[in-house]
């Protein structure tokens, strides 16, 4: 299917060909002519999988079809809520991509930074805009934000801001919507808390689901390096020193670990930063285009400050820690392998973490091949922690070879990653 069958309008197709993109996600395919209806959507997706574009295209049209498309005073039409200041951005990015032949103003805002700049262009007017709750509210309660007007509401990442413990402030914020309005509710998980605010906000809604939670990409080659937790940093700094990594997205389970990795690699002559909620929004945003240009090898982040990351052409993930919740490492592996593109995602287990291993192989039902050709094996890892029926990773460059278990293998995986260009915003 291409994007001109769902019924877009020719500054959008104008655009999406400036960007690049062909032919729609099953997400954009599912959730366009949705939207165009007005009916309220309920969307169970993953980031990468296209979900931006799904809601920004139908967005620009419906806005610019609107009575007061183009006149001043610009009032507030369309709220998009989400977690993460670097997620605002993202989603800033998109709207501005997608709509650059239209008119309508948009901005974003997020805490962290001064309010002054966005202050002043909310005082000028914006038709749409993107927000992380807590400096919302702020602003609201300043009285520089008014929702009076807003007929499009977007709640972006859902799961994520219960996580990051930001319910409350959602429903402050929802409670200051019109009732009348049309609701787009998007998240890659559906625990009960979930569900029931869903329930709460949405009026008939059509549902769209691509990708169960607990999918791998099929593109995504995984491995798994069994090692003691003194002689991590070391394995780090050997896989980053092979010449075939050129660049990775390194996670750690907490702010302090990240900071800790960050030091050991620059102590090595690795170039890193670290990204996490301590560092301010300058520092993060500075640390994120140095990792995307190439000035630094490694980008080291915390599982709330990556959720959001977009970074085209990722090869590499690597787990320094694995994280305690299954799904968590979907979803930070899930920074490669997007759109059709191939990435390698590669764990370390020292034998505190055999439980989380244990417990992720279970969700995403495979087994993870075991990584045997590397200096810092752990002691006795082949009788404590055998796996019946595994394929062993035979490689002499565990860093370069594919592994033929490198996938799901899921007809679900291939129907969402096919052949088609990144336009996964």
Request: glycine share 8%; aromatic share 6%.
């Amino acid at each position: 299917m291409s994007f001109e069958k769902l019924k877009l309008i020719k500054p959008l197709l104008s655009a999406l060909q400036a960007e690049g993109y062909i032919s729609p996600t099953p997400i954009q395919e599912q959730a366009i002519p949705i939207i165009l209806e007005r009916q309220d959507l309920l969307g169970c997706a993953q980031t990468g999988t296209g979900k931006t574009a799904a809601f920004a295209l139908p967005i620009l049209q419906l806005l610019q079809a609107d009575p007061f498309y183009g006149k001043e005073p610009r009032m507030i039409k369309t709220l998009i809520l989400t977690p993460t200041r670097e997620l605002a951005i993202q989603i800033g990015e998109s709207f501005k991509a997608y709509g650059r032949n239209l008119t309508l103003k948009q901005t974003v805002i997020f805490g962290g930074v001064s309010q002054g700049p966005q202050t002043l262009k909310l005082k000028h007017g914006v038709d749409i805009l993107i927000a992380t709750p807590g400096r919302l509210l702020d602003l609201m309660n300043q009285g520089f934000v008014s929702l009076h007007h807003v007929k499009i509401f977007v709640l972006d990442e859902a799961d994520r801001m219960l996580d990051m413990g930001f319910i409350h402030d959602v429903k402050k914020v929802i409670a200051k919507i019109p009732q009348k309005r049309q609701t787009l509710f998007f998240s890659a998980t559906m625990p009960p808390e979930i569900q029931k605010l869903s329930q709460s906000i949405l009026t008939n809604p059509q549902k769209v689901e691509v990708t169960p939670a607990a999918t791998t990409a099929e593109t995504v080659e995984q491995g798994i390096y069994y090692v003691e937790k003194s002689d991590k940093k070391k394995l780090l700094i050997h896989i980053l020193n092979d010449k075939s990594v050129k660049t990775a997205l390194v996670f750690a389970r907490t702010k302090h670990g990240a900071d800790k990795i960050v030091k050991d690699l620059v102590k090595a002559g690795v170039k890193a930063e670290a990204i996490h909620g301590n560092k301010s929004q300058n520092a993060r945003q500075n640390a994120l285009n140095n990792f995307k240009s190439g000035k630094i090898k490694a980008l080291v982040a915390t599982d709330i400050a990556a959720r959001g990351i977009d970074i085209d052409a990722l090869a590499h993930v690597i787990n320094y820690e694995l994280p305690n919740i299954p799904e968590t490492y979907v979803h930070r592996i899930g920074r490669t392998g997007r759109a059709g593109a191939s990435g390698k995602a590669f764990s370390f287990c020292d034998d505190e973490e055999m439980d989380y291993l244990k417990d992720i192989q279970k969700l995403i039902g495979q087994i993870i091949p075991v990584i045997e050709d590397q200096p810092y094996h752990m002691r006795g890892a082949e009788f404590r922690f055998a796996q019946p029926k595994q394929k062993k990773a035979t490689t002499k460059n565990p860093v370069s070879q594919r592994s033929s278990q490198g996938g799901s293998g899921t007809k679900e995986g291939k129907r969402r990653f096919g052949n088609r260009p990144s336009n996964r915003n």
